[in-house]
């Protein structure tokens, strides 16, 4: 698949469904095919790692006009100011201490990056997010703190049917007001975006198989 792919496959769905923001998932790939998308117009990008994104988003930046950065992996509480000068929006607030880390950093910079939470739908001790049942709570605590929250993310387990994580996401999202879902990788964003999805986050189909090696 290439770019242009993707984005009729997500037009396809929007006809009948609300807008859909497509983020390009750029981690570990090469940058030529990075500077590709770029060229094609592409300006939304997801990054899973602070110190990867810092590598080469600053330079890509000055190069590209318009890039929104989007990071999409688990924030460590030492990397919030660094993240937060990075990044444009962050998908992964997924516990009280960082809501108060990311909290103190805007007051004190008066920027804050949009804000989405992470929600461990699969309840899978080895994945990051909070657990449905205290997503509330959650919310209302960053709300207290003077918060921003536009939206919920997930990522579904491996094994299991994803259309049923994203309902789920759906309806904590629209029973706290929430209007953004960031749901749906490469080979299940048709399905996130039925569920609702506002955001989905592809790589592979877009850039091609990622080489850790
Ligand atoms: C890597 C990653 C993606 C993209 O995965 P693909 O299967 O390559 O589309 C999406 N979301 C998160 C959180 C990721 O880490």
């Given at each position: 698949?290439?770019?242009?792919?993707?984005?009729?496959?997500?037009?396809?769905?929007?006809?009948?469904?609300?807008?859909?923001?497509?983020?390009a998932v750029s981690?570990?790939?090469?940058?030529?095919?990075?500077?590709?998308?770029?060229?094609?117009?592409?300006?939304?990008?997801?990054?899973?790692?602070?110190?990867?994104?810092?590598?080469?988003?600053?330079?890509?930046?000055?190069?590209?006009?318009?890039?929104?950065?989007?990071?999409?992996?688990?924030?460590?509480?030492?990397?919030?100011?660094?993240?937060?000068?990075?990044?444009?929006?962050?998908?992964?607030?997924?516990?009280?201490?960082?809501?108060?880390?990311?909290?103190?950093?805007?007051?004190?910079?008066?920027?804050?990056?949009?804000?989405?939470?992470?929600?461990?739908?699969?309840?899978?001790?080895?994945?990051?997010?909070?657990?449905?049942?205290?997503?509330?709570?959650?919310?209302?605590?960053?709300?207290?703190?003077?918060?921003?929250?536009?939206?919920?993310?997930?990522?579904?387990?491996?094994?299991?049917?994803?259309?049923?994580?994203?309902?789920?996401l759906a309806k904590?999202?629209?029973?706290?007001?929430?209007?953004?879902?960031?749901?749906?990788?490469?080979?299940?964003?048709?399905?996130?975006?039925?569920?609702?999805?506002?955001?989905?986050?592809?790589?592979?189909?877009?850039?091609?198989?990622?080489?850790?090696?």
């Amino acid at each position: 698949m290439s770019l242009s792919d993707i984005q009729s496959a997500i037009e396809n769905k929007e006809a009948t469904l609300g807008s859909v923001h497509l983020i390009a998932v750029s981690k570990v790939q090469p940058v030529e095919r990075v500077i590709d998308v770029l060229k094609q117009g592409h300006r939304v990008f997801g990054e899973n790692k602070v110190q990867e994104a810092a590598g080469k988003w600053p330079d890509l930046r000055e190069q590209f006009s318009g890039v929104e950065l989007h990071l999409i992996g688990p924030l460590q509480t030492n990397k919030t100011r660094q993240a937060m000068q990075l990044f444009d929006v962050i998908h992964t607030l997924d516990r009280p201490k960082l809501a108060r880390t990311i909290a103190r950093i805007s007051t004190e910079t008066g920027a804050c990056p949009r804000l989405f939470i992470q929600v461990n739908t699969g309840e899978e001790p080895q994945k990051a997010g909070i657990l449905p049942a205290d997503t509330d709570a959650f919310i209302t605590e960053c709300r207290a703190l003077g918060l921003q929250i536009e939206g919920l993310m997930c990522i579904p387990p491996a094994d299991e049917e994803p259309s049923l994580h994203f309902a789920l996401l759906a309806k904590i999202a629209a029973r706290n007001n929430l209007p953004e879902l960031s749901m749906g990788m490469s080979s299940d964003f048709e399905r996130a975006i039925a569920q609702g999805a506002t955001y989905v986050r592809v790589g592979s189909a877009i850039f091609g198989e990622r080489n850790y090696s």
